[in-house]
C-alpha cells in the first residue's frame, strides 16, 4: 500500500496564480483532510471530508476549495495565490466514525512570490 | 486557535537520557494522540490515550492524561539519535466530531 500520496512535493507560484494540490489515498479511508503547517503555529486544519461528496470547512479555509467525488482524492484547490499562502501542505486521512489515528502524506511545499 | 499546546518548545539530551514533553488543551476531549515528525517528513502517529484513560505504554513511551488538570505529558526513556523529531499532541475535543487540532511541537535533539 502507498498509503497517502501528495503531489507535487515542492511548488512556487506568482500571486494570483491557481493551482490544485493533489492528494490520494489507497487506504478506503472515509475521513480526508487538509492541514497547513507554518513555524511555530503546529498544524491548521484547512478542510475536511467525512465520505465521498461531503465536505467541510476547517480552521482556516478561506482561499482553499476542496472537493470530494472518489473516496480515493480529496484535491486542494487554491483559487488567487497569495504570499500568506506559502506553507507546507499536509493531506491526512482515517477510518471512518469520530475517532482514530491520521495517516500523513509527505507533504506539499508551496511557496507563493 | 490551538487546542493543544506543548512545552518545552525544544529540547535536548544525549543518547541514553529521558525526554518528557507536555501538553495543555482547553475543552474536553475524546482522545489525545502524540505524533512524531521527522524533519522534512509527514507526521507519524505514535500513541493514542482516551479521555477515560490515565496511562498508556507504546515501546519505550509512556503517555499519560489528567483530565481534571486538562494536561498530558509524554515520555520517551533510554533516548536515541534516531528520536530526533518534532513531536506533536493533537486532541479530538467533544464537540468537533473527530477533528483533530495540534499543538505547536516540540522538537527534541538528541545527541550521540
Known amino acids: 500500500n502507498a498509503g497517502v500520496t501528495q503531489t507535487p512535493k515542492f511548488q512556487v507560484l506568482k500571486t494570483g496564480q491557481s493551482m490544485t494540490l493533489q492528494c490520494a489515498q489507497d487506504?478506503?479511508?472515509?475521513?480526508m483532510s487538509w492541514y497547513r503547517q507554518d513555524p511555530g503555529m503546529g498544524l491548521r486544519l484547512i478542510h475536511y471530508?467525512?465520505?465521498?461528496?461531503?465536505?467541510d470547512q476547517g480552521e482556516v479555509p478561506n482561499g482553499y476549495n476542496v472537493s470530494r467525488s472518489t473516496t480515493e482524492d480529496f484535491p486542494l484547490r487554491l483559487l488567487s495565490a497569495a504570499p500568506s499562502q506559502t506553507s507546507v501542505y499536509f493531506c491526512?486521512?482515517?477510518?471512518?466514525?469520530?475517532?482514530?489515528?491520521?495517516?500523513f502524506g509527505e507533504g506539499s511545499r508551496l511557496t507563493v512570490l | 486557535s490551538q487546542q493543544g499546546e506543548e512545552d518545552p518548545q525544544a529540547l535536548s539530551i544525549q543518547e541514553g537520557e529521558n525526554a518528557t514533553m507536555n501538553c495543555s488543551y482547553k475543552?474536553?476531549?475524546?482522545?489525545l494522540q502524540w505524533y512524531r515528525q521527522n524533519s522534512g517528513r509527514g507526521l507519524v502517529h505514535l500513541i493514542l490515550i482516551r479521555s477515560n484513560e490515565r496511562e498508556k505504554h507504546s515501546g519505550r513511551l509512556r503517555v499519560t492524561l489528567d483530565t481534571s488538570k486538562k494536561s498530558s505529558s509524554l515520555l520517551i526513556t533510554a533516548s536515541r539519535a534516531a528520536d530526533t523529531a518534532s513531536y506533536f499532541c493533537a486532541t479530538s475535543a467533544t464537540d468537533s466530531w473527530g477533528k483533530l487540532q495540534f499543538g505547536a511541537g516540540t522538537q527534541v535533539v538528541v545527541t550521540p
Open positions: 475543552t474536553s476531549i475524546n482522545n
Open positions: 487506504m478506503n479511508h472515509e475521513y
Open positions: 471530508s467525512v465520505g465521498a461528496g461531503i465536505t
Open positions: 491526512a486521512s482515517r477510518e471512518g466514525g469520530h475517532t482514530g489515528e491520521l495517516f
